[in-house]
């Protein structure tokens, strides 16, 4: 009944609904389009509905809204937020910026608008790598994740700074964990998202986004896999991979903010035009110069 009347009002609305990965499975199914961060930017971007119902956290409905300004964005849990965004404090990264103008503020677009509006350019897991490799000669702060900027600061050599920000479940992530998992699937292949500690992404066969990962699994011709990210990208994993295998390589991976929304929520949410997101003019101007970077760039 809630799938068939939200796919009613979907229509009657003109609206779009847009998924993350770590979406609960029958958002992931409802949506229009599941991806990730920077594939779910760009259909912002460019889509010509009136409605954009961003399942996600906030900062991702946020970034829709920056990208779409005269579309109503919709985030159907208001109180879905992200715990690595609220670890950039505008305040500390202002500060920072007056004392090293010389720095390239790169940003994760894991943050929220006002942090954007301090960037010089947005990044996320999927193109974080080419973006920095456009400042090859230059002081880069990557701001919030410590891992991530880490990863391309081991990787590429730059001078690379890191703000002391993280993904929780990720962060929790051990070698002992990668050990346990491949003591049990000797066979499998270690996929795992760049916001994992340093000593752990040394230990993987991959390492890239959850599109990134779910490409790799489709194409690749082995048979199992240890997935080091949400585990809300298994859904997508074996709707693309229905004869493959697939592990967690923690219990923990698992965004509790992610998984607030539901079909109720997404119901309620489109039927009332509800939780609509609202981005200051000044700061949306700021933060969509960095956006723009982000596009042009990747």
């Keep these: 009944m809630l799938i068939e009347e939200i796919k009613r009002l979907k ?81 500390e990264l202002l500060a920072y910026k007056q004392a090293n103008p010389d720095t390239v503020i790169v940003t994760y677009v894991n943050t929220r608008a006002n942090i954007k509006a301090l960037s010089d350019v947005i990044v996320t897991s999927s193109n974080a790598e080419k973006i920095i490799k456009n400042y090859k000669d230059q002081k880069i702060m990557y701001v919030p994740d410590k891992n991530l900027g880490l990863y391309l600061k081991d990787k590429l050599g730059y001078d690379i700074q890191v703000w002391p920000g993280f993904c929780y479940i990720h962060e929790l992530l051990t070698v002992k964990d990668v050990e346990r998992l491949r003591n049990e699937h000797p066979e499998a292949k270690l996929l795992i998202h760049p916001e994992a500690p340093l000593a752990v992404l040394k230990q993987a066969d991959f390492v890239g986004s959850t599109k990134q990962i779910l490409d790799y699994a489709t194409n690749d011709p082995s048979q199992k896999y240890i997935i080091g990210t949400d585990k809300g990208i298994i859904h997508a994993l074996k709707k693309a991979n229905p004869n493959k295998e697939f592990h967690l390589l923690s ?17 309620i949410s489109l039927r009332d035009e509800v939780h609509e997101i609202t981005v200051d003019e000044e700061i949306r101007k700021k933060a969509i110069i960095a956006l723009d970077k982000m596009m042009e760039l990747s």
Excluded at 41 to 62: R, Y
Excluded at 66 to 88: E, F, G, I, Q, T
């Design 251 to 267: 219990r923990g991976l698992n965004c509790i903010n992610m998984k607030k929304i539901t079909l109720e929520d997404l119901y």
């Design 11 to 91: 229509k009657e609305k003109n609206a779009v609904i847009l998924a993350h990965f770590y979406q609960n499975d029958e958002i992931q199914d409802i949506a229009d389009y599941v991806g990730d961060s920077l594939a779910l930017s760009k259909i912002a971007a460019n889509t010509d509905k009136d409605i954009i119902v961003f399942c996600g956290v906030f900062f991702m409905a946020e970034t829709a809204k920056l990208l779409s300004p005269n579309k109503k964005v919709l985030l159907p849990k208001a109180d879905a937020l992200c715990r690595m965004a609220a670890m950039a404090d505008y305040d």
